[in-house]
Each structure stands twice: as C-alpha cells, then as structure tokens.
T-cell receptor
Framework: GQNIDQPTEMTATEGAIVQINCTYQ??????LFWYQQHAGEAPTFLSY??LDGLEEKGRFSSFLSRSKGYSYLLLKELQMKDSASYLC??????????WGAGTKLIIKP | IAGITQAPTSQILAAGRRMTLRCTQD?????MYWYRQDLGLGLRLIHY???????GKGEVPDGYSVSRANTDDFPLTLASAVPSQTSVYFC??????????????FGAGSRLTVL
C-alpha cells in the first residue's frame, strides 16, 4: 500500500526552530508538497520538492531525500501565527496525490 | 470573487436526503477535485476532473457523484446521505500542465453533518 507518515502533534516555543518529518512509501514519485492548514481553514501551499536537497523560502525550508523516502519542513524564528497543521503530500507516478494525516504544531510563548 | 467559492459553508442534513455541494472557481484552472477531511486521516480524494466534460473516481467515490459541464463549476452530489458522510468537504483546483508542480488551490470548505 501507499502511506505517508508524520507525527500527529508537536509543540515548540515562540522564536525557536522546529523540524517536522515526513516519511513516505508510494508507487513512484513525482514530487513532494507541504501545505499549511490553520484550524477551520483551507490548506494553503507552502513548498514543493522534486529533487534531493533543501529548498529555502524565507523562514520555511523543505528538504527531500528520495532514496530514503524522507522529507522535513523546517520552520525558523517561530511566530504564534505558525500554529497550524502541516500536511505532507506525495504525487505518485500515476499523478495521484497521497496525503499524510498532518502534524498539528502548537507554539507556546 | 477570486479563487474558489464553496457553498454552503455548513449544513446539517437528515439521513436519506439528497444534497449538492457547490464549487466555483474563477482562475480558469483545468483540473478540479473534491476531497473529504476527517479527524486523524489525510485528505481523501472523492472525485476529480482533469478538464471540462470529463470526471474520474478518486479513493472514496461511493455515495457521491460529480459533473463538470464547464470550466468553472464542479458540484458534488450526495444522492442519499448517510451518517458516515459527516465530514468537512474541500473543493480544489489546479492548473495541471503535466510538467512542474501541480499546486492545488483549496476552497474554504463545507462542513456537513448527517444525522
């Protein structure tokens, strides 16, 4: 079967750094996505990785290792508004998006 | 409007009733999708449409139907609602080109409760 694994919940402190991991097993690989979803709202696109390595976008970075079936989302200088769920999704070789259940990130002052 | 509009925002429905969730986009995206989101589970694809006039089944299509008469509209119909269809439903669209990232834009969601 195909599956995406990510931690259910994480807690971090305002101003700190947090890393959210995602491991995947899918039928082929065409890219990995991270979305942010605030409570009661729609998911919004954060990042996309198709090649191995780190993609940096402001305070957020996303890393991919295709050989290990592994990605992480790194959030720096955490702000209270970063409290949200972070969804990892992989597009397989049939162009289907397989979604993880999401990681709820709680930021404490 | 800019983006995707879903209606209704929230609805309580008696089991056995028919219900249509509406979805309209103004971005001229060719691909549209319906997902359901349940606590502890990832987004699950119900139905999709790669272009106007075509539709396909996703991971959990049973009990649902869709149509895509034009580019902008993609309604989802529950023919006879059951309590297991209680969920938050998200409509999404993307400019699917076959190359590059297929980034989805989501609507605000429709919260459906079937009693």
């Amino acid at each position: 079967g195909q599956n995406i694994d990510q931690p259910t919940e994480m807690t971090a402190t305002e101003g700190a750094i947090v890393q959210i991991n995602c491991t995947y097993q899918t039928s082929g690989f065409n890219g990995l996505f991270w979305y942010q979803q605030h409570a009661g709202e729609a998911p919004t696109f954060l990042s996309y990785n198709v090649l191995d390595g780190l993609e940096e976008k402001g305070r957020f970075s996303s890393f991919l290792s295709r050989s290990k079936g592994y990605s992480y989302l790194l959030l720096k200088e955490l702000q209270m508004k970063d409290s949200a769920s972070y969804l990892c999704a992989v597009e397989n070789s049939n162009y289907q998006l397989i979604w993880g259940a999401g990681t709820k990130l709680i930021i404490k002052p | 409007i800019a983006g995707i509009t879903q209606a209704p925002t929230s609805q309580i429905l008696a089991a056995g009733r028919r219900m249509t969730l509406r979805c309209t986009q103004d971005m001229r995206h060719n691909a549209m999708y319906w997902y359901r989101q349940d606590l502890g589970l990832g987004l699950r694809l119900i139905h999709y449409s790669n272009t106007a006039g075509t539709t396909g089944k996703g991971e959990v299509p049973d009990g649902y139907s869709v149509s895509r008469a034009n580019t902008d509209d993609f309604p989802l119909t529950l023919a006879s609602a059951v309590p297991s269809q209680t969920s938050v439903y998200f409509c999404a669209s993307s400019k699917k080109t076959g190359t590059g990232a297929n980034v989805l834009t989501f609507g605000a969601g429709s919260r459906l409760t079937v009693l």
